[in-house]
């Protein structure tokens, strides 16, 4: 009796085992919910970036504010409010915080 039991098959849907079918819907699942979106995101911050131009007022990652005094390959020269000019990286730019420093704000 316990060899008949061993024996059995799995359960199947059209000879796939719905393990392999959890196992494919979690991966689609994980795909549409974290690796889609992170790398819209990453494409949005990249061409961000690439618009910015001399004048343009940014916020860093680390909090810093400025307008941008110079612009080269792979950094900014930004102008602070003290008139001192510090030199970031071009991946130090927050694509949050300077979107919303730069949209006017409308009061009612």
Same mark, same amino acid.
């Given at each position: 009796?316990?060899?008949?039991?061993?024996?059995?098959?799995?359960?199947?849907?059209?000879? %796939?085992?719905?393990?392999?079918? *959890?196992? #494919?819907? =979690? /991966?689609? @699942?994980?795909?549409?919910?974290?690796?889609?979106?992170?790398?819209?995101?990453?494409?949005?911050?990249?061409?961000?970036?690439?618009?910015?131009?001399?004048?343009?007022? %940014?916020?860093?990652?680390?909090? *810093?504010? #400025?307008? =941008? /005094?110079? @612009?080269?390959?792979?950094?900014?020269?930004?102008?602070?409010?003290?008139?001192?000019?510090?030199?970031?990286?071009?991946?130090?730019?927050?694509?949050?915080?300077?979107?919303?420093?730069?949209?006017?704000?409308?009061?009612?």
């Amino acid at each position: 009796m316990i060899a008949t039991i061993l024996l059995q098959a799995p359960p199947t849907i059209l000879g %796939i085992n719905p393990q392999f079918i *959890m196992f #494919g819907l =979690i /991966a689609v @699942v994980f795909y549409f919910f974290m690796i889609r979106p992170q790398m819209k995101k990453q494409k949005d911050q990249k061409n961000y970036v690439n618009e910015l131009k001399k004048g343009d007022k %940014i916020v860093t990652t680390a909090g *810093m504010h #400025g307008k =941008i /005094a110079e @612009v080269a390959d792979a950094t900014f020269l930004i102008e602070t409010e003290g008139g001192h000019k510090i030199r970031f990286n071009k991946a130090a730019v927050s694509l949050d915080d300077s979107k919303a420093l730069n949209t006017p704000v409308t009061s009612k």
